[in-house]
């Protein structure tokens, strides 16, 4: 007998994947099927489960990588919903979809890419949220169904911004499902003129660049916390703990100071106290 067709599958990683599959489950919208990847570490931003143990504690189907994409591919599914996936669903996995939506943490058109939390506060962002769109072949241009955003605040990290961006993601699933259920789901387009696009964070884009400002060299330390951390040289950075006015005569990125895990380094208009790993 031919196994009958997922209504609603889940491609999810953890950290906001969880706490999308949590607020589904708690709608009465839980998944048939999550598909996720295994992991080698635990999720670095704050405590959470894998995403499989809490899917299969919810008595809800979890299978890892390609044994769930094939299992996509075999039964097909009328809805795949993407809350963070290690790798694009292209192909005989999205063809067999119905309708595959792509829960992606910016807002569409800005920021693009793999990377969108680290860039986001990098970059001095004064808001992000997370955007519904469609599959489509380009990476993240697909078209628009629902979008909503928050502020980024001054002392913004990527641990704070993924768990707010994950409640919002949560939101936004629960709408979406609703709404597929319903068929009243609308979609608009992007508008290209506005798109940017930000390559992965690499380690070489970890590294600081003492010659920006005081406040872009903030940002970057804090949009690696606490994991993967930025980088001076060969050191990992924990912290910036003090901006302090810049020292006459020194040029930036000189090293001024240096004293067990602190040091003081002379930015592009400020020097700063960092704290090292």
């Known amino acids: 007998m031919t196994a009958s067709k997922f209504s609603f599958v889940l491609f999810a990683l953890t950290g906001l994947g969880n706490i999308v599959l949590k607020r589904l489950i708690d709608s009465q919208l839980a998944p048939d099927l999550v598909v996720t990847r295994a ?22 189907t ?15 599914a009328e ?7 290690h790798r694009r669903i292209v192909g005989d996995v999205a063809s067999q979809c119905g309708l595959a939506i792509n829960l992606h943490p910016s807002i569409l058109p800005r920021n693009r890419g793999a990377s ?5 506060i990098r970059n001095g962002d004064r808001d992000s949220g997370v955007t519904a769109h469609l599959l489509s072949e ?21 641990s704070t911004l993924r768990r707010k961006l994950g409640v919002l993601a949560a939101e936004i ?15 608009h387009p992007q508008f290209e003129r506005d798109a940017t696009s930000y390559p992965r964070l690499d380690d070489q884009r970890r590294q600081l660049n003492l ?23 060969d050191r990992r950075v924990r912290q ?22 602190v040091c003081r380094v002379r930015a592009a208009d400020t020097d700063l106290v960092l704290q090292l790993d």
């Open 211 to 233: 010659t920006e400002t005081g406040a872009a060299v903030v940002r970057h330390v804090n949009a690696l916390r606490d994991w993967p951390l930025a980088m001076l040289g």
């Open 79 to 85: 809805l795949a919903l993407i809350a963070t996936y």
């Open 138 to 158: 380009r990476l993240d241009a697909g078209d628009i169904c629902m979008q909503q955003s928050i502020p980024i605040v001054a002392d913004e990290t990527q």
């Open 116 to 120: 969108p939390f680290f860039w986001s």
């Open 173 to 187: 699933a629960v709408k979406v499902v609703r709404a597929h259920s319903s068929r009243c789901l609308a979609f």
């Open 39 to 60: 992991e080698r570490m635990s999720y670095p931003y704050e405590q959470l489960p894998y995403i499989g143990d809490a899917a299969s504690q919810s008595g809800v």
């Open 240 to 261: 910036v703990l003090k901006v302090a006015p810049a020292t006459a005569g020194a040029l930036p990125a000189a090293m001024l100071a240096m004293e067990g895990t």
């Open 62 to 76: 979890c299978l890892v990588d390609v044994e769930g994409e094939k299992e996509v591919v075999r039964r097909g």
